[in-house]
């Protein structure tokens, strides 16, 4: 019997250091980190979010496994400066990208730069956007621009090349080809940047059907007639005006469909192949437009129809793919001790409005999908409702990382939400600045807070105009209540804490925008 208790009491011990052992390498190996965005998903399209319109399981499976903000928000709806802010945790009027035709300074301190220098194993793949080459970074392979969706080029540590193939499995094949190549004995952080679902939205041949029968419900403000705002009025990204083109967008190519882009061709970079399942798909398309011959309000809700089923194919591509990264995890066994974020660039409108596109500070285009799974001990599971800002990625991924925030940066860190396993305010209000005006989209310039339940902007330049939304009772931001006299106190308290943002951020001077 004495015997018997040694050699429990052995095994207890050896347990028990084993157990510490597992506690002590868990909490002192550095956290991988992989980032995964993509460029305009709108956050209806993840069905985490929704599920009324798409199915994205293998996004749903890392809010499952981690935790789905609810309220994340971007500061400047617009793709290049979306990706600045990212990387330096700033606000554009910071990192000198407040719009896409502006070279980003790739000289200036950027949250993969704090990564490597503090030895972690970094790299990009895929979209870039910036004008600048990437540093920071061990290995990059990046689009140049806006890259193409089929058999793309490809621009790897300055070396172009052309690849065959479809963008978002080039972007996820040479992303886990990077992981099983590089230092194993570093920890890494791998940006997975894809093209997709971005105009014009043309999804690889395997996925041109998944959609293909389906109809989708027509948001309530389809047929919006933007009264009382005029610079919602002024826009040029309507799906009901000839701003969504039937050639360019809908690949509606024949003579009887006007196009401001008529040299334009869908196929002009696919094999034959590419070309034949392309051709199959979209030839009965064009027949049927031909046949029916759609007009006025007919004409827009077929081109709602039209343009829906191509972008969430093309999301439902991406969405296989990142389950494969994470499948490769698994496999690995670095689940356990990586991070995994999904996020967009911004939202996008599908629809709200009868818009396509993003920009403005409404909610679709403001809005943006943020999931994280999270390494192991984190306590935060489910959704996360407190306010957070792209301007805040930097600083998380450095925090998490067990590296100091640098003091410059402006967002916050979220790793203390993660911590918690109930809600702790972390900001009242986000604050938002768009600038790219003159452009074809014709959104003006325009500045902005958005609390938990207002929202209030200042159209600016060629135009001064303000507006006041009641998200609670007017979600879908049809009704500008800043004209009304019964709002003269909350007006003035907003725009206080308006200023006081604006200074908090140093966006004070406006004069050079």
């Not at 059907?209 to 005029?230: E, I, L």
Request: with cysteine.
């Amino acid at each position: 019997m004495k015997r018997i208790r040694i050699i429990l009491t052995i095994l207890v011990l050896s347990f028990v250091v084993l157990l510490i052992r597992n506690i002590y390498k868990e909490d002192s190996a550095p956290p991988n980190i992989i980032f995964i965005m993509t460029d305009d998903h709108a956050v209806r399209a993840l069905s985490c979010y929704d599920g009324s319109i798409n199915q994205t399981p293998n996004m749903d499976r890392i809010a499952n496994e981690g935790v789905i903000f609810k309220n994340s928000f971007v500061s400047n709806s617009i793709c290049g400066p979306s990706r600045a802010t990212m990387l330096t945790g700033k606000h554009s009027h910071i990192n000198g990208k407040i719009n896409n035709s502006i070279v980003f300074d790739s000289s200036q301190q950027t949250f993969p730069k704090l990564l490597q220098k503090a030895g972690y194993q970094t790299a990009v793949i895929g979209k870039w956007h910036l004008k600048s080459e990437p540093t920071g970074f061990d290995y990059w392979n990046v689009l140049p621009g806006q890259g193409q969706y089929y058999n793309p080029d490809f621009i790897e540590m300055g070396e172009k090349k052309r690849v065959e193939g479809y963008v978002t499995t080039l972007t996820t094949d040479f992303g886990l080809d990077w992981l099983d190549k590089r230092d194993k004995t570093k920890p890494f952080c791998l940006l997975i940047h894809h093209k997709a679902p971005h105009r014009t939205w043309q999804p690889d041949t395997a996925y041109l059907d998944d959609f293909a029968n389906k109809t989708f419900p027509v948001p309530d403000n389809f047929f919006d007639s933007y009264q009382g705002r005029r610079a919602a009025k002024e826009q040029k990204q309507s799906i009901r005006t000839g701003d969504m083109d039937l050639k360019y967008d809908l690949k509606i190519d024949t003579e009887k469909a006007e196009s401001r882009f008529p040299e334009h061709k869908h196929t002009g970079r696919m094999n034959d192949a590419q070309k034949t399942a392309w051709k199959n798909h979209y030839d009965p398309i064009i027949q049927d437009y031909i046949d029916k011959n759609p007009e006025g309000d007919e004409l827009d809700l077929y081109k709602y129809q039209r343009y829906m089923r191509d972008y969430l194919a093309c999301i439902q591509s991406v969405d296989d793919n990142i389950g494969r990264v994470l499948d490769y995890l698994d496999e690995e066994e670095l689940s356990d001790n990586t991070l995994v974020v999904y996020t967009s660039d911004q939202g996008f409108y599908t629809g709200e409005h009868g818009w396509f596109d993003k920009r403005y500070i409404y909610e679709q285009s403001l809005k943006t999908p943020l999931l994280m799974k999270t390494p192991i001990g984190y306590k935060r599971k489910g959704e996360v409702k407190e306010l957070v800002q792209n301007i805040d990625y930097a600083a998380t991924i450095l925090d998490m990382a067990g590296l100091p925030v640098a003091e410059d940066i402006q967002g916050k860190s979220l790793k203390s939400l993660l911590e918690a396993d109930e809600e702790t305010e972390l900001r009242d209000a986000i604050y938002y600045h768009y600038y790219e005006f003159p452009n074809e989209h014709a959104v003006k310039r325009h500045y902005g807070i958005r609390t938990k339940q207002y929202k209030l902007i200042h159209f600016y330049n060629d135009i001064d105009e303000w507006e006041l939304f009641d998200l609670q009772n007017d979600p879908n931001e049809m009704n500008n209540i800043y004209n009304k006299d019964s709002n003269t106190n909350l007006i003035a308290e907003l725009k206080t804490k308006l200023a006081g943002l604006q200074e908090k951020y140093r966006d004070i001077d406006r004069s050079t925008y």
